[in-house]
């Protein structure tokens, strides 16, 4: 029996089509990706940045919304001067929160995580009560709890 063993040129030239298949999967891949990236960003627009990135987007439009007001309690002579402080408080405000978001980036995304899981449980208990009181089947001598019953009659 004479068994062919392969030579080290067809052995690389496989190693090298294996090594460009590899290359196009991860290159498919990616593009697929990107492309159900875009189709979602189409449709519903840009996903949210971390907290972060979100808490300065809100610093920013707070910012424009009061440098925008205009004040006309204060007059024609106050007006401008007016505008003015509101513009060096603001901006004072966004010096002050920028330093502490770059700090503690991570901070922001923990804080935000902790209030989804507060209004998870709030919701989680107002449906249990809300649920209690649609039910119908509220007996009125059920002891609902500690206190005692007092009947009016």
């Known amino acids: 029996m004479s068994e062919e063993r392969p030579t080290a040129d067809a052995s690389e030239a496989a190693d090298e089509v294996r090594a460009t298949d590899d290359d196009a999967w991860a290159t498919a891949c990616a593009e697929d990706l990107e492309a159900e990236k875009a189709r979602r960003r189409s449709q519903y627009g840009s996903p949210p940045g971390s907290a972060a990135e979100e808490l300065r ?28 402080v509101v513009r060096q408080v603001v901006q ?56 005692e019953r007092i009947d009016l009659d």
């Open 57 to 84: 987007k809100l610093v920013d439009a707070v910012a424009d919304k009061l440098s925008g007001i205009q004040t006309p309690l204060l007059g024609a002579v106050a007006g401008p001067a007016a505008q003015q």
């Open 92 to 147: 004072q405000a966004k010096n002050a929160v920028e330093p502490v978001i770059e700090r503690n980036p991570d901070v922001f995304d923990h804080l935000a995580a902790a209030g989804s899981e507060l209004l998870a449980a709030y919701r989680s208990a107002v449906q249990t009560q809300e649920t209690r009181w649609t039910s119908g089947k509220h007996d009125p001598g059920e002891d609902t709890g500690p206190g």
